[in-house]
């Protein structure tokens, strides 16, 4: 599995975008870039993925770099509810499924 | 509405007393997973369903067993818990297993705690 690189910790003002970056420079051709967060100690939370192209969706947008090795997660407006764990995961080709959680990256959200 | 449901959510219980933590999901998933989680090793792979009757180990599978005899159940099984299998637990299911719908849908969590 391809690894992947987070800052430890971020901070964020209320109604201010977030943007928390992740390395995944040995990411293979057939693996997809993956975001999740976990609040406190609740099941982790799928956001959104991607494979090469720019994503969105109601929570969230996924910028992906031309090379693939690195991503950037945007919440537009954060929320103090948006305070979590944010966790990039690189998965799929011949993992099975397989999420790797590493470290992640905690996301504080000030008023 | 859509979710995967474990229970119990909380469970204190002692050395060497079988237990079974249920997992069950409502969205026809094929793919199910247990992990754990503890602090500062992250959440780690316990098992996986590929579908039913198809089960394999994931990172820690120690200790542990599980069955797939319908699509919508995977029990976690403790035949004799230790103290070192006190943790975290989290099911998970997703549509499939890999490519672009490995999204994956968790549970509550059931915290256990074996003394």
């Known amino acids: 599995d391809a690894k992947t690189t987070q800052p430890p910790s971020m901070d964020c003002a209320e109604g201010r975008a977030a943007n928390l970056p992740c390395n995944h420079s040995?990411?293979?051709?057939?693996?997809?870039v993956y975001w999740y967060r976990q609040i406190h100690s609740q099941g982790p939370q799928y956001i959104i993925h991607?494979?090469?192209n720019n994503e969105t969706n109601e929570m969230a947008s996924l910028i992906i770099t031309e090379d693939r090795k690195s991503s950037t997660l945007i919440l537009p407006h954060a929320t103090l509810r948006d305070t979590a764990v944010y966790y990039c995961?690189?998965?799929?080709?011949?993992?099975?499924?397989?999420?790797?959680f590493g470290q992640g990256t905690i996301l504080t959200v000030h008023p | 509405e859509a979710q995967v449901t474990q229970n119990p959510r909380y469970l204190i219980t002692v050395t060497g007393k079988k237990l079974t933590v249920t997992c069950s999901q409502n969205m026809n998933h094929e793919y199910m997973s247990w992990y754990r989680q503890d602090p500062g090793l992250g959440l780690r792979q316990i098992y996986y369903s590929m579908n039913v009757e198809v089960t394999d180990k994931g990172d820690v599978p120690e200790g542990y067993k599980v069955s797939r005899k319908e699509k919508r159940n995977f029990p976690l099984i403790l035949e004799s818990p230790s103290p070192n299998q006190t943790s975290l637990y989290f099911c998970?299911?997703?549509?499939?297993?890999?490519?672009?719908?490995?999204?994956?849908?968790f549970g509550p969590g059931t915290r256990l705690t074996v003394l």
């Open positions: 040995t990411i293979s051709g057939n693996e997809y």
């Open positions: 998970a299911s997703s549509k499939l297993a890999g490519g672009p719908h490995n999204e994956q849908f």
């Open positions: 991607g494979l090469k």
């Open positions: 995961i690189v998965a799929g080709g011949t993992s099975y499924g397989k999420l790797t």
